[in-house]
């Protein structure tokens, strides 16, 4: 698991300084299956535009930038999520707690999309590389079946 809480510039930059990048592109590249959560989630794109430009892990294509918009900046709360995949086989209700001021949009790997003032990605999935938006540890049963899902996909 990749999670995440903060700027996305701070957290690549943490990353890097400690290697853990290059690890986790090696741990992906031999196989293991990466679930990254909020900001997590964010480090698996190209790039994200978030206090500058700053170069992601690249495992997912696509961009990260600041919601638009008429609503408040952050999103903080509840959002349904209109998903696909085994990563949300049996959640039932498909809403989801959010906490984010960016977001991906149209990523070409998209597994689950939400609106905030637009649409964007809830979730993506490139072989065993997944991630989520959403918090799911703070959004209960749907949140549980996701991290049970994940642990049991093969």
Known sequence: MLPGVGSFAAAMRWLIEHRIDSAI?????????????CVGHQLLFDVSFEMGTTRGLGLIGGEVRKFEGRL?????????VA??????????????YFVNSYAAS???????????????????????????????????AAGLQVLRNFVAWK
């Not at 408040?72 to 349904?80: D, H, K, L, M």
């Open 25 to 37: 592109r090696d741990a992906v590249n031999g196989g293991a299956s990466l679930l990254g959560v």
């Open 106 to 140: 149209n990523a070409a790997d998209e597994i689950a999309r939400a609106d905030y003032g637009g649409p964007f990605t809830a979730a993506v999935q490139n072989g065993r590389v997944f991630g989520v938006q959403f918090h799911p540890e703070k959004s209960s």
């Open 72 to 80: 408040p900046v952050p999103q903080i709360g509840w959002n349904r």
């Open 83 to 96: 998903a696909r995949g085994p990563l949300f086989e049996g959640v039932e209700n498909g809403v989801f």
